[in-house]
């Protein structure tokens, strides 16, 4: 007797027949509804009441709880595990060594089982269809849609997601292609995402990119999908001010950013949920991560934790090892995207750590050192002197592109990894000779760009287009912020910077203010204006008000420097002041206007007394005195209590003992 076959929901509620086939029956998918062809998982159980427990009055029924099933999974995703654990012994036992059964594989009952969550029963899961519901009925999606592919047409995008950034924007109206008039639409979608996630990303060493991503996309739609399209909604809500068909004014483009934030988390917190880790879910952490920074802030702990959830899924997938020796072998592209996946999560890992003066969780000693557009053996070459290590030559028809970018970035996060190392060291023997062997680095690494990749000039010479320009800036500027920071580890103390690194911090401070002047024509190819004046402005500005504090420059000597130096400072103090960089409320508000106001009561002191005759100091305040003590010994720290200490310098104060305090 053949096994009954249960109706899609919904025809079983419209009391139609179903022809029962999947992923949607023939009458959904003519009638532009196969996003809620759902298939109930129990369809023929019915609840089983319990006759023995009496029935109580409505009026002593206790308050509703929302329940939850746990995951019925006995032996959870193990992840990589590398060469120091048990299973690398047990590997090297063949089968014909013992007569013990096979390696444990699930039964079809217990994947059954696995999979018998209901959607009733899952939290995560009704607080996602809650927020879709809620996002899909204040902004219309087709707006939405229109409005990423406006963003997308300045040159933006997501930088590990962008091969399918365009794919899911566009698959978005495909899947809500019409809504239930009923009230649980949104748990039908929620259920028929929930179900495609659980689904494996299959590939083999011949797939392309289209067979790939056709597992995430139309009706295969997933929870990670979702995500992505929902993370560059959260970005072009940031990058654009003003966009009729969704939002007038900042109220509602407040809105639609905390919507798209939220609804972003709850499908990242689904996908990990369900202990289905893949490539697609690696993108999506990172590309939530990356969101937070601009939503929560650079310093927020909640941008800091999920950089580390990127991290630990990085190591879990184990793509920290070669993935171009990965068995059986991969296709080209997902070897390239994991290795874009690893470099800019190593990249990211180490210039967060040195903004915040925090250890970096990655480290290359552990890690097989991979970066995207690699070139061929034929392009590589070995330098024999006493750098020691193998350089990489660059194509020079190597694109100007986000992948490009985040090769640049890793290769000087390398080195900052090495400065930081530098810099913890007890040991001072040989110092030199290391400094001098990253420098060379550097100034390698720096040669080997391709011409078109280097800025020449100023930023308002460069005839790129605004992506180009960007990318530039951030080139040059993680270019000499090693330089920085390596220059920096030769400072015994911050409140005596000498001349060398004076310079590099008057090219950074000047390289910054051109990306704030020229904000209008540039776009983020990486990294934001924010972050630029955070990571690289700010300690730039730090040390040269030091520096001109101590006077370590004589009057006479390159007073067109000066001028310069101190008009740039203008600039950057006038611009935060406006509110063009940032407002007040903003995630990075307090750190920026903190310096802007040590920064301008500087500039407030070299106007009274004028730079002809510079304020002189006592003797016993000339010197550093109690002053200096109160800065950190940490010399990558420029956060908030650096600019804080530097405003009471006695020279800021002897001016004008009446100025407030900040």
């Not at 029924?61 to 019925?72: D, E, G, K, M």
């Not at 697609?280 to 999920?306: A, C, K, M, P």
């Not at 068995?327 to 999560?345: M, Q």
């Not at 940490?634 to 405003?647: I, K, S, V």
Request: neutral net charge; contains cysteine; glycine residues 4%.
């Amino acid at each position: 007797m053949a096994s009954r076959l249960a109706a899609c929901e919904a025809c079983r509620k419209a009391k139609v027949a179903c022809d029962h086939k999947r992923p949607a029956c023939t009458r959904c998918a003519s009638n532009d509804r196969a996003g809620i062809c759902i298939y109930r998982t129990t369809p023929f159980k019915r609840r089983r009441v319990e006759s023995t427990t009496p029935l109580q009055s409505p009026s002593r029924l206790p308050p509703a709880q929302p329940s939850f099933t746990p995951r019925n999974n006995p032996y959870p995703n193990p992840g990589f595990l590398g060469s120091s654990s048990h299973v690398a012994i047990f590997n090297e036992i063949s089968p014909q060594d013992y007569h013990a059964s096979d390696t444990y594989h699930a039964s079809e009952d217990m994947t059954m089982l696995m999979q018998s969550q209901s959607t009733g029963e899952n939290i995560l899961l009704i607080q996602g269809a809650d927020v879709l519901r809620q996002l899909l009925n204040t902004f219309p999606l087709a707006a939405m849609k229109d409005f990423v592919n406006f963003w997308l047409a300045t040159g933006a995008n997501l930088a590990l997601a962008e091969p399918f950034t365009e794919k899911c924007t566009e698959n978005m109206t495909r899947l809500f292609t019409s809504f239930s008039q009923e009230d649980n639409w949104h748990l039908a979608y929620a259920q028929r995402l929930t179900q495609n996630s659980r689904e494996p990303l299959q590939f083999s060493s011949t797939s392309d990119m289209e067979s790939f991503s056709a597992q995430f996309l139309d009706q295969k739609f997933r929870w990670e999908s979702l995500g992505i399209f929902l993370s560059a909604v959260s970005r072009a809500a940031i990058d654009i001010s003003f966009f009729p068909p969704l939002f007038k004014t900042e109220k509602d483009q407040f809105m639609l950013r905390k919507l798209s934030t939220k609804l972003s988390d709850l499908a990242l917190d689904i996908a990990l949920s369900l202990d289905c880790l893949n490539d697609l879910q690696l993108v999506l952490q990172y590309e939530n991560f990356i969101v937070h920074t601009h939503v929560d802030g650079d310093q927020s702990y909640h941008s800091w934790s999920r950089l580390g959830d990127v991290v630990s899924s990085m190591l879990a997938l184990g793509y920290h090892e070669n993935v171009e020796k990965t068995r059986p072998p991969i296709p080209t592209f997902l070897a390239e995207l994991r290795k874009t996946a690893w470099a800019t999560t190593y990249s990211a890992d180490k210039n967060v750590a040195i903004f915040l003066g925090r250890p970096p969780r990655m480290s290359k000693r552990f890690c097989h050192f991979q970066v995207p557009l690699t070139p061929t053996s034929s392009d590589q070459v070995w330098n024999t002197s006493h750098v020691g290590d193998e350089v990489v030559r660059w194509k020079t028809d190597t694109p100007i592109c986000y992948r490009s970018s985040i090769r640049w970035a890793t290769l000087c996060s390398a080195l900052k990894e090495d400065v930081l190392e530098l810099l913890r060291s007890k040991q001072r023997e040989n110092f030199n000779q290391k400094a001098s062997i990253i420098r060379q680095k550097a100034e390698t690494q720096w040669a080997h760009l391709p011409p078109h990749f280097r800025l020449s000039g100023t930023l308002k010479e460069c005839h790129g287009d605004a992506f180009e320009r960007d990318l530039l800036a951030s080139i040059r500027l993680d270019q000499l912020h090693v330089l920085f920071l390596l220059q920096l580890s030769f400072l015994d103390t911050l409140t005596e910077p000498d001349p060398s690194i004076l310079d590099i911090s008057d090219q950074m401070l000047s390289l910054v203010v051109d990306t704030i002047l020229l904000r209008d024509q540039l776009v983020n190819s990486g990294t934001g204006l924010v972050w630029k004046i955070a990571h690289f402005g700010l300690p730039a500005a730090g040390i040269i008000l030091l520096s001109m504090l101590k006077q370590h420059r004589t009057l006479t000597e390159a007073r067109s420097s000066w001028s310069k130096t101190i008009l740039n400072l203008g600039i950057f103090v006038a611009q935060v002041q406006v509110g063009s960089i940032v407002r007040r409320g903003d995630p990075n508000y307090a750190l920026v206007s903190k310096a802007t106001q040590t920064i301008e009561r500087f500039l407030d002191s070299i106007h009274r007394e004028g730079i002809q005759s510079p304020t002189q100091l006592p003797s016993h305040l000339g010197e550093n005195g109690d002053w200096a003590a109160f800065f950190s010994q940490d010399l990558c720290d420029f956060e908030t209590d650096f600019w804080e200490n530097l405003a009471y310098h006695p020279s800021l104060l002897a001016s004008d003992p009446t100025l407030p305090a900040i």
